[in-house]
């Protein structure tokens, strides 16, 4: 099988490009309401320690909002009573972006963005709760990109929010540093959560459903800080089979339907006590930056690591998953190595190695190794490195274990 063709169809991730448009200001716009003057100019001249309160109601808001100010909470009556309704937006490349630290938003939902829905960029100490970022029309390739997407963040904390129908990620976190993402719903997105090139990030406690790939942990080279320290758990990952409606030419677009939790050239994760189920390309996918077809902007950095390593998965309860990959070589190699109505195993490793990190007989060091210490799982390896001359089925070389991460403590605690 060609290797070149497998590439396409294991993966791709990447340093996924914003879909956000800017629309085109239009004399026949509607005027901004009285609402949405008095909202950006509580915006504007918001002074830290102020609250914005959101009003129950739905609320139409025809440019993007900002806010540049530290030490400001904007809070709503609830995510789906207080609604900003940007569906007529001929202005930004966001519904609300926050350049500020010590901010808080709860409470509220942002609903048919032209780009991006929420978006903090460079702020420390921040609490996203109970927000809806929402496409009311479901999954759309022109729906905006991220749903709810902090980047450049530290000390980070999101939960119990709901994200649908971005054409990107619902819940993106980029570039940051102690992050939690805890108990939040992410539902027909392209990608359910994307946790990117991220130090320190524990995920737990979330329903990812009917994405086309739930969890995404990953590392690109065109970003300037790499990510390692994730620990996913305790969510429930099941049925990530949407089509791929990502905007064409964008890496995302080639995530296949069916992926569940997705690792790609990321070191230290761990992915337990989850339950993973009916995910029909495959429950686990474990991918090196080589299977991923992605060809960044610039150059490859020098401390840039490109293979998955010290990854543990154990005490999952997987269910399902596996029976019908997306992509004609995944589907003939299942067909060959498992029959016409089996499954691939519950993970899916592409099996690039760093060869300075292996033994002599070629396997990955024990403080590299990809373990899998869970009941019968088994692990795929499509030995891509080798042009799948030695495609492998079994557990085996995977029996092992590492030391358990440490969780992510918010400091300050954020509450």
Not at 300 to 316: F, K, L, Q, R, S
Request: hydrophobic fraction near 35%.
């Amino acid at each position: 099988m060609q290797k070149t063709i497998l590439l396409s169809c294991l993966i791709v991730l990447g340093a996924t490009i914003s879909a956000c448009s800017k629309g085109p200001e239009s004399e026949q716009a509607a005027a901004p309401t009285e609402f949405q003057k008095h909202l950006q100019t509580q915006l504007i001249s918001a002074k830290p320690g102020d609250v914005i309160t959101i009003p129950a109601g739905t609320y139409e808001i025809n440019r993007g909002l900002s806010l540049n100010v530290s030490g400001v909470t904007l809070r709503g009556e609830g995510m789906h009573k207080s609604i900003l309704s940007f569906k007529g937006q001929v202005q930004g490349a966001e519904g609300l972006l926050i350049n500020a630290s010590d901010f808080t938003i709860e409470d509220l939902a942002i609903e048919d963005t032209a780009g991006d829905g929420l978006k903090i960029n460079e702020g420390r100490n921040i609490i996203i709760r109970r927000v809806r970022a929402e496409w009311t029309n479901g999954p759309d390739g022109k729906n905006g990109a991220y749903g709810i997407y902090p980047v450049q963040t530290e000390n980070l904390l999101i939960e119990e929010c709901v994200a649908i129908a971005a054409s990107d990620a619902g819940i993106y976190v980029g570039q940051s540093k102690n992050v939690v993402v805890r108990n939040n719903r992410a539902e027909f997105n392209v990608a359910g959560i994307e946790i990117e090139n991220t130090i320190d990030a524990d995920v737990y406690g979330n329903v990812v459903v009917n994405n086309t790939g739930g969890i995404l942990v990953f590392n690109m080279p065109d970003l300037p800080t790499p990510g390692h320290s994730t620990r996913v758990y305790q969510n429930r990952v099941v049925a990530n089979n949407t089509g791929n409606f990502g905007a064409e030419g964008t890496p995302v677009a080639s995530v296949p339907a069916g992926s569940g939790i997705v690792i790609n050239s990321n070191d230290k994760v761990e992915i337990f006590d989850n339950d993973i189920a009916d995910n029909d390309t495959a429950n686990v996918i474990i991918s090196s930056y080589f299977a991923t077809g992605y060809q960044g902007t610039r150059e490859m950095a020098n401390d840039y690591d490109p293979y998955p390593e010290t990854i543990y998965v154990h005490g999952n309860r997987f269910d399902g998953g596996g029976s019908s990959p997306e992509g004609l070589d995944l589907k003939a190699l299942k067909i060959a190595k498992f029959g016409l109505g089996g499954s691939f195993p519950d993970v899916l490793w592409d099996g690039y190695v760093n060869s300075e990190n292996t033994d002599e007989a070629g396997a990955l060091l024990s403080e590299y190794a990809i373990c899998v210490d869970n009941g019968d799982a088994e692990v795929l390896n499509v030995d891509l490195g080798n042009g799948s001359d030695n495609i492998v089925v079994g557990s085996t070389e995977h029996d092992c274990q590492h030391e358990s991460l440490q969780p992510v403590v918010l400091r300050p605690p954020l509450s």
